[in-house]
């Protein structure tokens, strides 16, 4: 057990003396990784973060049922002893036409228009909160409440919303395809730094195998090297999509401001960091693993 701690101890240390000999160049290389793996970081932060306003979104959306301009208050009392015992609805609220008609004229832009008014044109109606926002369960029960007496229209505010799912449903699919095409990327960029090192070390290799080191001796240094350019570019990448995010940010908050809402991205967090690190660092890995096995198979050839 000793003997291999000390092995890889001398491995760490080995990586991290080549690393400093080159230090600028090692940096580029971590920063090219760095750039390609920020780009589906800032995607998936942007996604989540508009997924979450989509479900407080979701929380807020009502169905509005306007009763008939001339419905009684027996009407209006026998749909809410209906919408009381319905399971499909959560909570409603109902709005009189005189109270619709005073809201209305609290605002001095329709002051004018009010006065010309000979009588009260607002319906009765009912605000609904649904308990299951699926479409399907929101079509049955528009077709429940359409059916009562007294219903003339029922509102539901819900197409530009399934339309928006869509979006972010896409936006993932586009998420995982990038994810995808940028590992890749990295993987290939971390395999031909890595095919340079031991080009550049070949001699050293030859003598470490004549001498009786076995693969995993000679592999060692290189898959930490692999597993180091991971962890900076990711760490790079983090730092990079942070700012990239807070710029967008000045923004966001200012627009959203003028729409008296609470919005912005996400920062990332550590469940961010530890997927987008352990991530890297195993492309880093197993980059490293194929291209020095691909090299000793070539040499015992």
């Given at each position: 057990?000793?003997?291999?701690?000390?092995?890889?101890?001398?491995?760490?240390?080995?990586?991290?003396?080549?690393?400093?000999?080159?230090?600028?160049?090692?940096?580029?290389i971590a920063f090219t990784i760095a750039v390609s793996l920020a780009l589906p970081?800032?995607?998936?932060?942007?996604?989540?973060?508009?997924?979450?306003?989509?479900?407080?979104?979701?929380?807020?959306?009502?169905?509005?049922?306007?009763?008939?301009?001339?419905?009684?208050?027996?009407?209006?009392?026998?749909?809410?002893?209906?919408?009381?015992?319905?399971?499909?609805?959560?909570?409603?609220?109902?709005?009189?036409?005189?109270?619709?008609?005073?809201?209305?004229?609290?605002?001095?832009?329709?002051?004018?228009?009010?006065?010309?008014?000979?009588?009260?044109?607002?319906?009765?109606?009912?605000?609904?909160?649904?308990?299951?926002?699926?479409?399907?369960?929101?079509?049955?029960?528009?077709?429940?409440?359409?059916?009562?007496?007294?219903?003339?229209?029922?509102?539901?505010?819900?197409?530009?919303?399934?339309?928006?799912?869509?979006?972010?449903?896409?936006?993932?699919?586009?998420?995982?395809?990038?994810?995808?095409?940028?590992?890749?990327?990295?993987?290939?960029?971390?395999?031909?730094?890595?095919?340079?090192?031991?080009?550049?070390?070949?001699?050293?290799?030859?003598?470490?195998?004549?001498?009786?080191?076995?693969?995993?001796?000679?592999?060692?240094?290189?898959?930490?090297?692999?597993?180091?350019?991971?962890?900076a570019g990711a760490l790079l990448a983090l730092a990079i999509a942070s700012c990239?995010?807070?710029?967008?940010?000045?923004?966001?908050?200012?627009?959203?401001?003028?729409?008296?809402?609470d919005f912005s991205l996400r920062l990332p967090n550590f469940a961010t960091l530890?997927?987008?690190?352990?991530?890297?660092?195993?492309?880093?890995?197993?980059?490293?693993?194929?291209?020095?096995?691909?090299?000793?198979?070539?040499?015992?050839?």
């Amino acid at each position: 057990m000793n003997t291999w701690l000390t092995q890889h101890s001398q491995a760490r240390q080995l990586v991290i003396s080549r690393l400093r000999e080159n230090l600028f160049g090692n940096l580029f290389i971590a920063f090219t990784i760095a750039v390609s793996l920020a780009l589906p970081i800032i995607m998936y932060l942007a996604l989540t973060s508009f997924s979450g306003l989509v479900g407080s979104i979701k929380n807020d959306s009502h169905m509005s049922l306007f009763l008939t301009t001339d419905a009684t208050p027996t009407m209006a009392d026998s749909i809410h002893n209906t919408l009381a015992t319905h399971a499909a609805i959560k909570k409603f609220q109902f709005i009189s036409k005189e109270a619709a008609l005073k809201q209305l004229a609290n605002d001095s832009q329709n002051e004018n228009i009010i006065q010309t008014l000979d009588k009260n044109p607002l319906p009765d109606a009912f605000f609904i909160e649904p308990t299951d926002l699926e479409s399907a369960a929101i079509n049955q029960l528009k077709t429940d409440l359409s059916q009562l007496d007294g219903v003339e229209a029922i509102q539901i505010d819900h197409a530009w919303l399934k339309r928006l799912n869509y979006l972010l449903a896409l936006g993932g699919n586009a998420l995982w395809v990038l994810a995808m095409l940028l590992g890749f990327a990295i993987f290939a960029v971390i395999g031909n730094t890595i095919r340079m090192q031991i080009l550049t070390q070949q001699q050293e290799i030859e003598v470490s195998q004549l001498i009786g080191a076995t693969h995993s001796f000679i592999r060692r240094p290189f898959l930490y090297s692999g597993a180091i350019y991971g962890l900076a570019g990711a760490l790079l990448a983090l730092a990079i999509a942070s700012c990239v995010i807070l710029l967008f940010n000045l923004s966001i908050v200012s627009l959203a401001t003028e729409y008296q809402a609470d919005f912005s991205l996400r920062l990332p967090n550590f469940a961010t960091l530890f997927v987008t690190c352990l991530s890297a660092i195993l492309l880093g890995v197993v980059s490293a693993y194929i291209t020095v096995s691909k090299s000793l198979f070539k040499s015992i050839n």
